[in-house]
């Protein structure tokens, strides 16, 4: 017999499961769809942690999926370093919170959300291969960047490709992490040749284990992934500069090309479908650069706008009312704008070759850290 649902959801990564679990607890029927994109990452997945703000952290909360112990690290400093001697740090002391972010452990996170899932009747959980795949009046698509859904509907998905990689991994370091993310901004001689590196603080409070987050040229990561790992280690601890002395690889490294996306349009009808629509949510919305580590939060800060325009529609509107999924667009395309801007920006500043550039930004930089009032506003922003 063929079961009736609301509402299809196309993908089941940290967003999907996530916006199931939120629509679930508005009495909504939920089709839950298992997809499987093309890869997009050569390696492990188990190197990838992702830094929640406190939006996020309320957000899974909510539907009590907030992983505790060692799976969670909050983040009591970050310091950033220019390639000219600038720096820039920020604490949560000094904008009296007890974190800035928390270092999530992926896997952890997705079991709990799983977990939470199983647990819901009213969310059901099918396969794309399914032979009866269910529809809906409205399916939501978060497949991640490569969604074969969107690609399928004919939506445009605008993508300026950066002259980078990222190199993943998790190290032990010889000293613990502090609570502290740290990240350098190396430029090179050619824009080519720009490097970002970040060690963000993971395994918990007085752990020594960190997840890296290398950004470099192509090239470059593909030798960094084809040395040894004692190589690694070492050519890791010189660009950071021993700050954690020596370090030990403790998994397989990871690889992905990156880029920034944006889709176009982000809801519209079913093509040749009557009262059919759909909406994009996540990485099949927008993609970024990693440098300002926004994109998990940027796509729970989808799903959260998301259920609540539809909680909050009029009785008398269907969900699929594109109407209805416009104010949703409209409210988070803006934002999403934004931070893509600010991390293209960024990207581009540090990319940029020359001899008078270096000197300014890392004197931005340092000029920066000592602007208290404007530097907290900047800062308690970047967290919410």
Not at 91 to 110: G, I, R
Not at 348 to 361: C, D, Y
Not at 365 to 374: C, E, R, T, Y
């Amino acid at each position: 017999m063929a079961q009736n649902f609301d509402i299809a959801i196309r993908g089941c990564g940290i967003v999907g499961r996530t916006l199931a679990l939120l629509l679930a607890n508005q009495r909504l029927r939920v089709a839950l769809i298992q997809t499987s994109p093309p890869a997009t990452t050569t390696g492990h997945s188990d190197v990838r942690a992702y830094s929640l703000n406190t939006a996020a952290r309320k957000l899974l909360a909510s539907v009590r999926c907030w992983p505790e112990g060692t799976a969670v690290t909050p983040v009591l400093q970050m310091q950033v370093f220019g390639d000219k001697g600038g720096e820039l740090n920020f604490s949560a002391s000094e904008q009296d919170v007890d974190a800035l972010n928390w270092m999530v452990d992926v896997p952890a996170l997705e079991a709990q959300l799983a977990s939470a899932v199983r647990f819901q009747p009213l969310i059901t959980e099918f396969s794309a291969d399914h032979a009866d795949t269910p529809t809906a009046p409205l399916t939501v698509i978060c497949e991640g960047r490569a969604s074969r859904t969107r690609a399928e509907l004919g939506v445009t998905f605008d993508v300026k490709a950066y002259d980078q990689h990222a190199v993943a991994a998790r190290l032990h370091c010889a000293l613990p992490h502090g609570q502290t993310a740290r990240q350098w901004f190396q430029s090179g001689a050619t824009a080519a040749q720009a490097d970002i590196l970040a060690l963000l603080p993971i395994g918990g409070e007085a752990s020594h284990e960190v997840a890296l987050v290398w950004s470099v040229p192509p090239a470059k990561a593909q030798a960094l992934m084809a040395l040894a790992e004692p190589d690694f280690a070492q050519a890791l601890a010189e660009a950071c500069q021993h700050s954690l002395g020596t370090m030990e690889l403790t998994g397989e490294r990871a690889v992905w090309p990156l880029q920034l996306a944006q889709a176009s349009p982000w809801i519209g009808a079913m093509p040749g479908q009557a009262q059919r629509s759909f909406a994009l949510a996540g990485d099949a919305a927008h993609a970024m650069h990693p440098l300002a580590g926004q994109g998990l939060n940027v796509g729970l800060a989808d799903v959260a706008e998301l259920a609540r325009v539809l909680a909050e529609r009029e009785f008398w509107r269907p969900l699929n009312d594109l109407k209805l999924l416009r104010r949703y667009a409209r409210a988070r395309q803006a934002d999403v704008q934004a931070m893509a801007w600010v991390t293209d920006r960024l990207q581009t500043l540090f990319a940029q070759p020359g001899t008078l550039l270096p000197s300014m930004r890392n004197w931005g930089l340092s000029a920066f850290n000592q602007l208290g009032p404007i530097k907290r506003w900047a800062t308690a922003n970047a967290m919410r």
